[in-house]
């Protein structure tokens, strides 16, 4: 089968699994990639984004932004890739 022609198939038959997909994608990009590339996953930098609230952006002590949104991208990414390279398109009889 084309992935081409069956993609769009494959969406409207699991729009629940796509809109998973794009909101961990969404979520991971926004929020979880910014925090992790700025601060790491590192208590070393506690003080560096919190502007003295005491607040802590991420790492072990953190907010869990990086690590929860990384993990929900992958599983995501995982279940809906899997879901479709096993999909097989209805046949049009």
């Not at 002590?61 to 279940?79: A, K, P, Y």
């Given at each position: ?45 506690k ?41 097989k ?5």
């Open positions: 089968m084309d992935a081409i022609t069956a993609f769009p198939s494959f969406l409207m038959a699991n729009i629940g699994w796509s809109l998973v997909f794009t909101f961990a994608q969404i979520l991971f990009w926004v929020y979880g990639f910014p925090a992790l590339h700025d601060y790491g996953y590192d208590d070393a930098n003080l560096a984004g919190s502007g003295g609230f005491g607040s802590i952006p991420s790492g072990p002590s953190g907010s869990g932004v990086g690590i929860i949104s990384t993990i929900l991208m992958v599983v995501g990414t995982l279940s809906w890739g899997s879901s479709f390279l096993a999909y398109k209805p046949s049009a009889e």
